[in-house]
């Protein structure tokens, strides 16, 4: 199975400043996925970002945007002007290709408080 | 599109019960997994299913957990008798086939707390 590792259980942050959530990954493949997931207190899980690894750029979405360096092995997540609405589990996730079979591996997830 | 439907939300049942929890996944997905949620273990995959077979197992715990698909839309998982160590949130997710031009993405249920008393 693949490793997927967060090595920061909490994190805060001071509302409108920017921070980033750390994640590196363990793999043998060269074309996978990688996404970052967001669990607010409702418990819901919702899709952040996501980044295809055959892809050299970094995706963004809106205030969210990756920093995905392939040779590390490294998914970080930086979410800029954060907003008190931010405050959530974050947890990063792994998918490879096709023919290693359709699981999401999943990390041990950061939780993330926006202070006001 | 209702999303993926997990119920129930909530259930607390008594030690040696058991525990049937159901799931609905989003139309025309083929892949399901169910994860397992606590403070200590994170979120654990149980089982996956593509096509409605049983694909991947090795992460359900012990022979007390099951897992079936007996459609594309419908899956459960029961536990047989249930422990207080069982306590977690339960989720159920699914994805599309993959192909040229589709992002890939799993879509999750609002999961069922369990508390086994």
């Known amino acids: 199975a693949q490793t997927v590792t967060q090595s920061q259980p909490e994190m805060s942050v001071q509302e409108a400043e920017t921070v980033t959530l750390s994640c590196t990954y363990d793999t043998s493949e060269s074309n996978y996925y990688l996404f970052w997931y967001k669990q607010p207190p409702s418990r819901q899980m919702i899709l952040v970002i996501r980044?295809?690894?055959?892809?050299?750029q970094n995706a963004t979405e809106n205030r969210f945007s990756v920093n995905f360096q392939k040779a590390a092995k490294s998914f970080s997540l930086k979410i800029s002007d954060s907003q008190l609405g931010d405050t959530a589990m974050y947890f990063c996730a792994f998918m490879g290709p096709a023919n290693t079979g359709n699981q999401f591996y999943f990390g041990t997830g950061t939780s993330l408080t926006v202070i006001p | 599109d209702a999303g993926v439907i997990q119920s129930p939300r909530h259930e607390v049942t008594e030690m040696g019960q058991e525990v049937t929890l159901r799931c609905k996944p989003i139309?025309?997905?083929?892949?399901l997994f169910w994860y397992r949620q606590t403070m200590m273990r994170g979120l654990e995959l149980l089982i996956y299913?593509?096509?409605?077979?049983?694909?991947?197992d090795s992460g359900m715990p012990e022979d007390r957990f099951s897992a079936k698909m007996p459609n594309a839309s419908f899956s459960t998982l029961k536990i047989q008798p249930s422990e207080p160590r069982d306590s977690a949130v339960y989720f159920c997710a699914s994805s599309r086939p993959r192909g040229t031009g589709v992002l890939i993405e799993a879509f999750f249920g609002q999961g069922t707390r369990l508390t086994v008393v």
């Open positions: 299913f593509n096509n409605n077979v049983p694909i991947d």
């Open positions: 980044q295809e690894a055959y892809k050299q």
């Open positions: 139309s025309g997905h083929n892949s």
